[in-house]
């Protein structure tokens, strides 16, 4: 354990290169004395999502190097600390030691913990991973904050019937500190252009005398944002070629707030596929997939939905880590024969443009399957910030 920076911050700039805007410049709010701890932070879209609606993010907790370094760089003001959050790991330490006083913790702990892809075979990796479930729960008791935001994927709503989800709302109003309050919340309701449903717990103080109240959607089904309304923007592309200017103008708001100002694209770099992959996609029309292949086209292995086309006229299908691999789901480009980009697939994710991703190829992949849809998160936490701006 340790204390400030991680080692080897000084790898990472203290500021944002000048040719990358920052990713909140024309999204977020006037900052508030409302400040946040993000717990297992990813690349930071929870954050995001948080400081868009109004709150300031102090102290960012992530175990993974790199995605530590895609963190930083896109919140260079923000105490980062490089370290596994486990049953002997302690806050208040660290809030003392930068003189902060909490207002919301908020955090999303490693969804593979629940995930219904996850195999038997990794059960023992499963395990540690759904103990973080419990250690922000822990810490939640530790530091009694007056507002957190707990967010997870739909396998932890559905896990044991629905048990460990009442478990987990149990131990948080445990003492009577807590009105705790939870949804599912199907993400293309709230203008992302994705279908993945996410899976919010959100608890105020007993003290505030004020329960939270979820958003309602703010896009029906006719208003849904599209594949092609995220992407159909950017600069066509085939097998292998990249691109970092944009070739046409934004035509639709979603487009015109992802590029949030920025003047060049990075990671609009499509992958190479096999010769299968290359026979499937030229047989494939949008929204189809394995199932509707011919004999003679069809790959000998995989599920009914894998190496499918999204359709562009409709949102996408859950965003995963291996969205860069047409073998693993639909995740074809819905009218160019290739994977999506890992920048489109941010696009999906609402990640802006000018959100500086690290790693490599496949790194940045997992990095943007793992996130939270910063504009979900944001509207979840909109009603909060009111909250405690009203009550404090």
């Known amino acids: 354990m340790h204390s400030g920076k991680p080692p080897g911050a000084e790898m990472v700039p203290n500021g944002r290169d000048a040719s990358f805007p920052s990713a909140r410049m024309t999204l977020m709010v006037a900052s508030s004395d409302l400040v946040a701890v993000d717990l297992f932070s990813g690349i930071g879209a929870l954050s995001l999502g948080v400081e868009r609606a109004g709150g300031r993010v102090a102290i960012a907790v992530e175990v993974d190097d790199v995605t530590a370094k895609t963190y930083q760089v896109n919140n260079p003001d923000v105490h980062l600390y490089v370290e596994e959050i486990n049953g002997e790991w302690r806050l208040t330490p660290k809030l003392r030691a930068h003189g902060i006083e909490v207002d919301i913790l908020i955090g999303g702990p490693p969804c593979r913990g629940w995930s219904t892809l996850g195999t038997r075979s990794a059960s023992d990796r499963r395990d540690r991973f759904q103990a973080c479930t419990w250690d922000f729960v822990r810490l939640v008791h530790e530091v009694g904050p007056p507002a957190f935001i707990f967010e997870n994927v739909n396998g932890l709503h559905t896990a044991k019937r629905g048990e460990i989800l009442q478990k987990l709302v149990r131990e948080l109003e445990r003492a009577g500190k807590y009105v705790v309050t939870h949804a599912l919340l199907r993400s293309a309701d709230f203008g992302v252009p994705q279908l993945r ?26 208003e849904w944002v599209t594949v092609d309304d995220a992407i159909d923007d950017l600069p066509p592309l085939e097998q292998g070629e990249s691109a970092s200017l944009y070739s046409r103008d934004p035509h639709n708001p979603y487009q015109l707030a992802l590029r949030n100002g920025s003047d ?21 029309r949008p929204g189809q997939a394995r199932s509707d292949l011919a004999d003679d086209v069809r790959p000998a292995s995989g599920f009914h939905n894998t190496y499918g ?3 562009g006229e409709a949102p996408a299908p859950a965003v995963t880590g291996s969205i860069g691999r047409v073998s693993s789901g639909r995740y074809a480009h819905p009218w160019q024969d290739r994977a999506l ?27 943007i399957g793992d996130a939270v849809p910063p504009l979900l998160a944001e509207k979840v936490a909109r009603p909060v910030i009111d909250l405690l701006r009203e009550r404090l």
Do not use: I
């Open 264 to 284: 060049h694209l990075t990671w609009h770099e499509a992958p190479r596929a096999g010769e299968t992959v290359q026979r499937v996609l030229s047989q494939l």
């Open 309 to 311: 086309r999204m359709n």
């Open 341 to 367: 980009t890992p920048r489109e697939a941010a696009r999906l994710q609402s990640l802006p443009d000018t959100y500086r991703l690290e790693g490599y190829r496949w790194q940045v992949y997992r990095q």
């Open 197 to 222: 449903h996410r899976l919010f717990v959100v608890g105020v103080h007993r003290d505030l005398d004020r329960a939270y109240e979820f958003p309602s959607p703010s896009h029906c089904l006719e």
